[in-house]
């Protein structure tokens, strides 16, 4: 609506708006009617918006705050996403081709292990056999188990002895190298007074460790425990 305000032409007011929306009446004196201008009532824009002006009716500039989103994608940015994208999928694809190829190769390598150990293994049971033979171990309470450890790279024997001197009973065990004869264990024990067996100690009972030192042990038991770095690896 219009309305004639006393000294000047008349202005145009606009009814009331939204507060973001707001115009602010500037006044003029007569004369400077093209100098008329509505401004924004302090409209904030909310983040990535700027704002647009819109020109009023002739003769009244009105200066028009409203929002238009700045937060537009360039066409780079566009492409680095895409590029992105699909260097990601090559990778993946990359990776799991190269994780399948280690899987192939290590399954290879275990075969050719496998069948390489079972080969040693074998020639340590004939190696082991020959050593019996040339120990002259023909009693039946005279055996002797044979492993080859690859973790070592040896083959080892293990002769356990049961026999009696007079009527003295003795039980001796040793470790050794089947194809050196290198001597890593010794056990020997004999029972000279008729004594309970748990109450008569080894006379001798050492184990050679890993490390190269050697260690005494008491009892048949603590033996056996010993020599299975030699024998159960």
Known sequence: MRRTLPG???VL???PAPAHRRLRIVRRQPGDLHGIQATDGGFN???HQTPTSA???PGMTMRRTSCRSTFMPSRSRLLLVALSLVASGCNTERLARLEKENRDISARLEAVTKAANLDLQEKCANQASSVSRQMGLKSAFAVYTNHYNPKLN???ITVFNTATVGSIPTVSMWVQDAYEGKEYAE???INRHGQWYL???PDTCKVTL???IEKTCESQEEFEQLIKVYMDQ
């Open 8 to 10: 000047l032409v008349n």
């Open 55 to 57: 020109t009023g009716s």
């Open 154 to 156: 040896k083959c080892f």
């Open 210 to 212: 890993l490390s190269g």
């Open 199 to 201: 109450e008569v100690k």
């Open 187 to 189: 056990y020997f024990w």
């Open 45 to 47: 824009c909310p983040r």
């Open 13 to 15: 007011v606009i009814a």
